[in-house]
């Protein structure tokens, strides 16, 4: 009760003016019914994104718009209870994980993606029947990973990740009537566009004009003073393929180099030429702007993060920064 009381929940639908940055961008939309009568939904991840998002919105409009999104699909399940004359109680989701890259693990983004599955847990824990994930590709299950831990165990056993005949499963459980033309099925919007963007939003690049902050505030994990003329590298060993290297970090005063390379063994200080280079050193302006990235790393073996102060003659750079590992996880996978 509190919680609907705090965000006004009652009235989010009718009441709430979503700002205008999350209703043009933020993927996602309501389109059709599966077999049984339950409304399902469409998250489409590819387009989206998150560091524009994060950047142009605050995070309590963010999950305040999914509470709502919520409201709409609950009152949308009534009224198919009426409609049908049954109850109808949970919806089917459809994950679109086409174009799923690196920028999609932007640690703030991810952040706040598992203050929204909280609530879905807290409050909406029976709302969910199934959800399907099409299209996933390697880095999903590194994704997946980042955010599976949010989720309860019955939540968990209703995520299917499907294989190549993605198409004739959505099928069987939603009727082509029901289902986009894009996703395999014949409906369209009035002007014949088979995405039906009228109800289910894509996503793009956020313009620039609609950023609010230049950057995110971050606490680092660790922080290190580099000599003029001199370096500092970071190794992580990677025992499986597939894993992820995620990043941030600022500087003080003026610009420091940074590249990724990769080294044979643990703990042999090697230059960066005797290395293989991975992600090759420039120069970054992270005294202004706090810097991050991210590697997928389809190999094993020993990654060398390197700061590199090299170039300075004179100035020492404190360099404070925070490196992750992300491991893959394990789905469920059927259809294959």
């Given amino acids: 009760m509190e919680f609907r009381k705090h965000l006004k929940v009652d009235t989010i639908t009718t009441e709430w003016q979503v700002p205008e940055v999350i209703d043009k961008y933020l993927s996602g939309g309501m389109c059709g019914h599966d077999r049984e009568g339950s409304p ?4 489409v991840i590819g387009p989206l994104d998150p ?5 142009s919105a605050s995070k309590q409009d963010l999950i305040k718009s999914k509470v709502r999104d919520c409201e709409i699909l609950q009152k949308e399940c009534d009224l198919q209870s009426e409609r049908l004359g049954r109850n109808i109680e949970a919806i089917t989701m459809v994950y679109d994980c086409e174009g799923l890259g690196m920028k999609h693990l932007y640690k703030p983004a991810i952040e706040t993606y598992g203050e929204v599955l909280t609530m879905f847990e807290d409050n909406y824990p029976e709302g969910l029947k199934r959800l399907f994930v099409i299209k996933a590709p390697k880095l999903f299950p590194v994704a997946y990973n980042l955010v599976k831990h949010f989720l309860s165990e019955d939540t968990r056993r209703k995520v299917i990740v499907l294989g190549c005949n993605w198409l004739e499963v959505l099928q069987k459980y939603i009727d082509p009537e029901e289902l986009p033309a894009y996703y395999g099925g014949k409906l369209t919007d009035p002007d014949g566009d088979p995405r039906c963007r009228t109800r289910i939003t894509f996503g793009s690049e956020i313009p620039k004009t609609y950023y609010v902050r230049d950057s995110i505030k971050v606490d680092y994990d660790q922080c290190v003073t580099i000599g003029r003329g001199s370096s500092h590298q970071v190794e992580y060993e990677l025992l499986a393929p597939n894993c992820a290297l995620r990043w941030q970090f600022n500087c003080d005063g003026a610009d420091i180099g940074f590249g990724v390379y990769m080294k044979k063994r643990m703990g042999e200080w090697m230059k ?21 990235g991210s590697l997928t790393c389809p190999e094993p073996g020993v990654y060398v993060l390197r700061f590199d102060n090299t170039y300075s003659i004179f100035q020492s750079k404190t360099v404070s920064f925070t490196v992750e590992v992300l491991l893959p996880s394990q789905v469920n996978q059927s259809e294959r």
């Fill in 40 to 43: 399902v939904w469409y998250d």
């Fill in 51 to 55: 560091k524009g998002l994060m950047h």
């Fill in 272 to 292: 960066a030429s005797e290395m293989k280079e991975v992600v090759p050193n420039q120069r970054y302006n992270a005294h202004l702007v706090p810097e991050d």
